[in-house]
């Protein structure tokens, strides 16, 4: 292969990272050894390999293909000169991505937080209670910052499961014939005691849907916090998705160091804010192309909405039945429920409650301390569960 | 790199020399299966895509251009391939019909969670080394590294499948498939992404067994869990989409070759105009040749409403789909169907 080629590859790969799809130098190398067993002259095999050296996710496959296409250009004129410069390559080197445009959610602060000191020590304890028990919607922009501070602080321990994989253990489980015939051997062959095994536990994934429709907005972000503050502690994994009429996967904004520039980049990228709400159709979305990606393992759902649904009843009592039915628990959270006197009656409610396993409140900092300790107490092994049998809290 | 390697195998285990009959026992959790066809090509054979597309046909596998390319270049660098896709697209049936084409052993690696070290790479027969202590002891034997050696001699190791593909027959490397790696669990990918690297694996009590040539391997995800980035770069990743018309048709004559021409293009017109409605599982490639079968067997040799009806249960298995099928035949799917070109 030539050195030009080679040039090209690099420049190549380096779009492809521009284009989001991530090439580790390795693959591109991958990729320039294949090249000693693919003829050049064929553009559609030289387009196959590089496709399967360079790309691990389905997700980036069409971006591939709009990359090669853009840069290696139409078909005629294959196989390109050595020293013709490719029609899409650009012409110089590192062009900076376009600036963002205007963030829908604005950040407050400065955005640059410092380190955070243990105790939030500006509160004072009295102070902290009425914190406690307000209302997320009745906070000022100072309170809120408190609120910020103490949601991200929150130590999150996770509920377990009991995974299939076994330990050590002194308790009488399961026999270890590998440490037992060890021992054995240790007493000069006699056979002194047994040893066991048991199985482990591992951290249960969690799975947020968080309703982000007009009617939601008083409570989108601390919601969007509370995520946050989940995906960064060491409660994994979780996984979190927001819908208004369609439904967007956020996960991957949550990993992001600081919570301002999460927020951020939520607003630039979730289309739908305040929109309206369509819970069935969002449900179904996550039925269809997530169910089946994140709920293995034993997921616990947590649904965040207040349930002012506008869509058809029967679809979103359909889509919740099946999303109860694929993981461990499902629990509804909702904002409403922490008004006095509030009933639970809209259509979209009365349908999709009898397939919560949970209708729990989330108004305040105390209602999502009591989710932590709720979630923190979930057996380790499916309980017995009723379709259909919710007592309202 | 030179994709040459030795025409004669050399015994390829370098620690266990005829390691005796305990590796043959069968062991839970994975299956092993000898290919019947003997390959005629060996594994550096093929020249082109093309030609490793063509063998593939020989064994009844239609791939598409994308698909011989990242085997052929699997093969060329020894490298993995990772196969995605939706349940019944075919990703196992890649192994098998590569193992088929090659002349090789093909081992495969069920995976599931909490698959450990025991089930996947080599197990100690306790039963029989503890029996052996007891002889042993009866023959007065007190020296206790005298006895861990006996004990620990490769006559009593049970060979799992990651062993066994590190070594050869009949002087070609086996083909490894490590199907649904998705439902195994992150500590095996783990174990996993070393094992592919280097192919040696390390036993504490007889040292370290390395292979002298890599297997072919074959891993396949139906995408439960996401698997780490790190392991799929090491491979050639391959998505496999529902086929089209052509293809689909293809793959019904060559795997049900007794349904009639008319029949098999109704068929596959059915199954892709299905996929097109809004289901909880579309029909994968295995559902359609299921379905073909199932009408073979019933003597049909069209397509009929009724036929449809009687036979739905062999294209979709969640009653909810059931459900909308049944509305979108009252709308007219089978007559959609029916009327496309390709169907008549």
Redesign the interface.
């Known amino acids: 292969m030539t050195g030009n080629l080679l040039g090209h590859l690099v420049r190549f790969a380096r779009e492809l990272r521009r284009a989001g799809v991530?090439v580790?130098p390795?693959?591109a190398a991958?990729f320039a050894?294949?090249l000693?067993?693919?003829p050049l002259s064929d553009r559609?095999?030289f387009r196959?390999?590089a496709?399967?050296?360079m790309?691990?996710?389905?997700e980036d496959?069409s971006t591939f293909d709009q990359v090669f296409e853009r840069f290696f250009g139409p078909g005629e004129g294959w196989p390109p000169a050595e020293d013709r410069p490719f029609p899409g390559e650009p012409p110089q080197l590192l062009q900076r991505p376009a600036v963002a445009q205007a963030p829908l959610i604005t950040p407050s602060g400065e955005g640059k937080e410092s380190a955070r000191p243990l105790g939030d020590r500006t509160l004072t304890y009295s102070a902290l209670e009425v914190l406690r028990q307000k209302r997320f919607e009745e906070c000022s922009e100072e309170e809120l910052e408190a609120l910020k501070r103490l949601i991200l602080e929150f130590a999150w321990a996770s509920p377990e499961r009991r995974?299939?994989?076994?330990r050590p253990t002194r308790h009488w489980e399961r026999p270890d014939?590998?440490r037992?015939?060890r021992r054995?051997?240790r007493q000069?062959?006699e056979w002194i005691e047994l040893a066991w095994r048991e199985p482990k536990t591992k951290p249960r994934p969690l799975v947020a849907l968080a309703d982000i429709s007009g009617s939601m907005e008083r409570y989108v972000r601390v919601i969007v916090l509370f995520l946050y503050a989940l995906a960064q502690s060491r409660y994994q994994p979780v996984e979190a998705f927001v819908f208004a009429s369609r439904l967007s996967r956020i996960t991957p904004f949550l990993r992001r160091r600081e919570p301002e520039a999460a927020l951020l980049e939520l607003g630039r990228r979730v289309v739908d804010w305040a929109g309206g709400t369509r819970i069935g159709p969002a449900l179904h979305a996550f039925?269809?192309g997530w169910a089946?990606?994140v709920l293995?393992?034993g997921a616990i759902v947590l649904l965040i909405s207040d349930g002012w649904d506008q869509g058809d009843p029967a679809l979103l009592a359909?889509e919740m039945e099946?999303l109860q039915k694929s993981c461990y628990r499902l629990i509804w959270l909702n904002p409403l429920l922490g008004i006095p006197g509030y009933q639970p009656l809209t259509r979209g409610l009365l349908a999709a409650l009898p397939f919560a396993d949970d209708f729990l409140p989330l108004h305040n900092l105390a209602s999502l301390e009591a989710l932590a300790h709720y979630l923190e107490r979930l057996p380790p092994r499916r309980s017995a569960r009723r379709p259909g049998a919710l007592a309202f809290p | 790199?030179s994709?040459e390697r030795p025409a004669e195998a050399s015994p390829l285990l370098v620690a266990i020399a005829g390691a005796g009959q305990a590796g043959s026992l069968p062991s839970p959790g994975c299956a092993i299966m000898e290919t019947m066809a003997v390959g005629r090509l060996p594994r550096d054979g093929f020249a082109s895509?093309e030609e490793v597309a063509g063998a593939l046909r020989e064994q009844g596998y239609i791939a598409e251009?994308?698909l011989a390319?990242?085997i052929?270049?699997a093969l060329?660098?020894q490298?993995p391939l990772?196969l995605?896709g939706q349940p019944g697209v075919g990703k196992t049936e890649v192994a098998r019909a590569l193992a088929g084409s090659l002349g090789s052993r093909l081992i495969r690696l069920q995976c599931?969670?909490?698959l450990?070290l025991?089930s996947t790479v080599y197990e100690?027969d306790?039963a029989r080394?503890?029996l052996e202590?007891?002889l042993?002891?009866a023959t007065g034997e007190?020296d206790?590294s005298r006895?861990?050696r006996e004990?620990f001699s490769p006559e009593f190791l049970l060979k799992r499948p990651l062993l066994q593909a590190l070594e050869m027959s009949d002087g070609r490397p086996p083909v490894l498939l490590i199907d649904e790696l998705?439902r195994a669990?992150e500590?095996f990918e783990a174990f996993l992404l070393e094992v592919l690297g280097d192919w040696q694996i390390t036993i504490p009590e007889l040292g370290t067994i390395r292979a002298e040539v890599p297997p072919v391997a074959v891993l396949t995800s139906?995408?439960?869990?996401?698997i780490h980035?790190a392991l799929?770069?090491r491979?050639?990743?391959?998505?496999i989409d529902y086929p089209s018309f052509d293809k689909e048709y293809r793959i019904v004559r060559a795997r049900v070759p007794r349904a009639p021409e008319r029949l098999a293009r109704q068929v596959v017109a059915f199954v892709q105009e299905l996929r097109n409605v809004?289901l909880?599982k579309a029909p994968g490639v295995a559902e359609t040749l299921d379905w073909a079968a199932a009408l073979l067997a019933l003597d049909r040799t069209e397509l009929t409403a009724a036929t449809v009806e009687e036979t739905l249960g062999a294209l979709l298995k969640y009653q909810?789909d059931l459900h909308r099928a049944r509305q979108e035949l009252e709308q007219g799917l089978l007559e959609r169907a029916l009327a496309r070109p390709e169907a008549r």
């Open positions: 991530l580790t390795d693959q991958t050894q294949a000693e067993y693919v559609e095999a196959l390999a496709r399967s050296t790309v691990c996710r389905q496959l995974s299939r994989r076994l014939l590998r037992t015939l054995t051997l000069g062959g039925n269809q089946k990606r293995g393992r359909r099946r | 790199m994709g895509p251009r994308g390319v990242a052929f270049l060329k660098l490298r990772f995605e599931y969670e909490g450990d025991a100690w306790y080394q503890m202590v007891r042993l002891e007190r206790r006895l861990r004990i998705d669990d500590e139906n995408r439960t869990r996401e980035d799929k770069r491979c050639l990743y391959f998505w809004d909880y909810d």
